[in-house]
């Protein structure tokens, strides 16, 4: 039952580093899609690349920005799951 648990708290885990690491892209994209929109609404400018552009340099930034951070979150966790592994295969081995 120990092992359902810890896998369990490693997959909360995941799913809280996954958002935390999605996060930041996610939000400044939509920032700037609604953004773009909101003007190609109102200036009744239907341009595709208009929307393409601005969100591409805007992600750009953001990844220039966090991603250093994000990465670090992706590591340590990453270092997390290999240690918790090997813990898991050395307490095996050990027991009669």
């Known amino acids: 039952m120990d092992d359902i648990s810890a896998l369990l708290a490693l997959t909360d885990k995941m799913l ?4 935390l690491v999605a996060a930041p892209v996610l939000l ?3 920032a700037v899609g609604l953004a773009v929109g909101i003007v190609q ?3 009744s400018v239907n341009e595709q690349t208009l929307t393409f552009v ?19 979150l992706v590591g ?3 270092q997390e799951i290999f240690a918790q592994i090997a813990n898991t295969g050395h307490a095996e081995q050990v027991a009669p």
């Open 16 to 19: 809280w580093i996954t958002a």
């Open 28 to 30: 400044s994209a939509l």
């Open 41 to 43: 609404a109102a200036t």
């Open 54 to 72: 601005p969100k591409l340099a805007v992600i750009a930034l953001v990844l220039v920005l966090f991603g250093s951070s994000m990465m670090t």
């Open 76 to 78: 340590d966790f990453t």
